[in-house]
């Protein structure tokens, strides 16, 4: 089983940034990829942005451009650094690992954009 814990969230100014940390821990050989979730007050959980081991990324329409997802060398943390942030970005953000053969995911962490 994999272990994921997410940092750096926070309360910001709209226009702000923020870089969020994801880091891993236990078994991890079948890692596929990571990816960044949110889910905002009221609403469902929604993929943000996903690397996979190949390195490709994938984003959700409405931060593209705004937001990068990456990973060091290790794959043992996985980031995501928010620009030009927008009251509309506030949510839980949650942590995601692609682990033969389910998912695994972290405690989550709050970012609040105000306006």
């Known amino acids: 089983q994999v272990q994921l814990v997410e940092s750096g969230g926070g309360l910001v100014q709209a226009g702000g940034s923020l870089r969020l940390s994801c880091t891993a821990s236990g078994s991890i050989r079948s890692l596929n990829a990571m990816g960044w979730y949110r889910q905002a007050l009221g609403k469902q959980r929604e993929l943000v942005a996903r690397?996979?081991?190949?390195?490709?990324?994938n984003y959700a329409d409405s931060v593209k451009g705004r937001f990068t997802i990456s990973a060091d060398n290790a794959w043992s943390t996985v980031y995501l650094q928010m620009n030009s942030l927008k009251p509309e970005d506030t949510a839980v953000y949650y942590c995601?690992?692609?682990?033969?053969?389910?998912?695994?995911w972290g405690q989550g962490t709050q970012v609040t954009v105000s306006s």
């Open positions: 995601n690992a692609e682990v033969w053969p389910r998912s695994s």
């Open positions: 690397i996979s081991h190949g390195g490709n990324t």
